[in-house]
């Protein structure tokens, strides 16, 4: 089959499957881990992160989907949901992260680090954007710049009361149409939260914050420059937050558990081939009704999800789409999963598509992000 053939048939059951050459793939994070580490520049040295919490080893978490295999309506390590916390959050606070494309990272845990200074943190760090910008010259914290950078508290946008709040941080450009008015324009987001990542928070130093999930919006350059000035001020280590094949399985089968409206778009795969001169993916899209159904039939247990349960629901799709295209999908390579909740890719890319179950998937990238931190 030639690279850029199309296969338009369909299953039966409405079942269809595209295949083409491999499309745009987004772009690795500015703040790459280092060599031989996996982690970007150290901060400000006052040791490692290991060497700073309360017992080390206790940040090892062991094999992470044992967190996983709970219960839907509670967070991974069996911990009851908040009740409808991010239901009751100010929508026009909250209304930005839906429908964008987030790049995910880890954060270590944030050293002194005060939510009572978050306007200083936002004026220091437009002062040190301005000075890069200008090449290492020094800028006058207060004084106008291009950039105005905004750090503010999302104080619902969490999991538990041990969780910290989730804080924000926006960079809007700023343009003098005239002396009397200025319009700005948003450029970049990034935020910082934990949602029921407490497992973490009680093994570190009380001079630590944890909010080990970061999630970005806009150029590599601002990321890279928010993430270094981060990691100098707070002696902290970001990395890049990759998403693997199998937890992109879970992720499948999660939200196809999820009770979403009736019309949302449908379950979506999409599958790298190996071993081809060109890249080649094949899109493998499900009717959210068929996805559901066949859930409920593997599902043994109401409202409980295990390994075994998601290998089967993933065994019944591959089938289905051997049988009718003759492709083994079990020798390529998922790398994202797309469904009415939301979508993921492998390279730590994500898209929140509605608020109702956005509190479980930040729960399951908190896991990932705490697993991350050895």
Request: proline letters at 4%.
């Amino acid at each position: 089959m030639a690279a850029g053939a199309v296969l338009g048939a369909a299953g039966a059951d409405g079942t269809r499957v595209q295949t083409a050459p491999g499309g745009e793939r987004p772009e690795a994070g500015a703040m790459e881990p280092a060599e031989g580490t996996g982690w970007a520049a150290a901060g400000s040295g006052r040791g490692s992160v290991a060497g700073r919490v309360s017992g080390a080893g206790q940040l090892s978490r062991g094999p992470l989907l044992k967190k996983l295999s709970g219960q839907l309506g509670v967070s991974p390590s069996g911990r009851a949901l908040p009740p409808g916390s991010w239901e009751n959050a100010d929508p026009r606070k909250t209304a930005f992260i839906l429908r964008k494309q987030w790049t995910l990272y880890s954060v270590t845990p944030l050293y002194k680090f005060s939510s009572a200074h978050l306007k200083d943190y936002g004026r220091q760090l437009g002062a040190f954007i301005a000075a890069e910008k200008q090449k290492g010259l020094a800028v006058e914290v207060g004084v106008e710049l291009g950039i105005k950078v905004a750090v503010s508290s999302l104080p619902d946008l969490r999991g538990s009361d041990q969780d910290h709040a989730a804080v924000l941080v926006q960079l809007s450009l700023k343009s003098s149409a005239s002396q009397k008015k200025t319009e700005e324009k948003l450029v970049w987001s990034g935020w910082f939260c934990s949602v029921a990542g407490d497992d973490l928070s009680v093994n570190v130093l009380e001079d630590f914050t944890c909010l080990p999930l970061f999630l970005a919006n806009g150029a590599e350059s601002y990321t890279s420059l928010v993430g270094t000035w981060f990691q100098k001020t707070f002696d902290c280590c970001f990395r890049r937050l990759v998403i693997s094949p199998l937890i992109l399985t879970w992720m499948a089968a999660l939200w196809t558990g999820y009770k979403v409206d009736k019309t949302s778009s449908a379950m979506e795969l999409v599958f790298s081939v190996p071993c081809l001169p060109q890249p080649l993916d094949i899109s493998y899209a499900i009717h959210t009704e068929d996805a559901k159904a066949l859930w409920d039939t593997v599902q043994k247990t109401p409202g409980e999800i295990t390994q075994e349960e998601v290998d089967v629901f993933m065994d019944c799709l591959y089938s289905h789409f051997h049988r009718h295209f003759k492709i083994h999908l079990s020798a390529t390579k998922l790398v994202k999963v797309s469904t009415g909740i939301a979508s993921a890719h492998c390279d730590g890319i994500i898209k929140f598509l509605q608020s109702q179950h956005m509190i479980r998937v930040l729960m399951l990238l908190t896991e990932l992000a705490i697993s991350q931190i050895q």
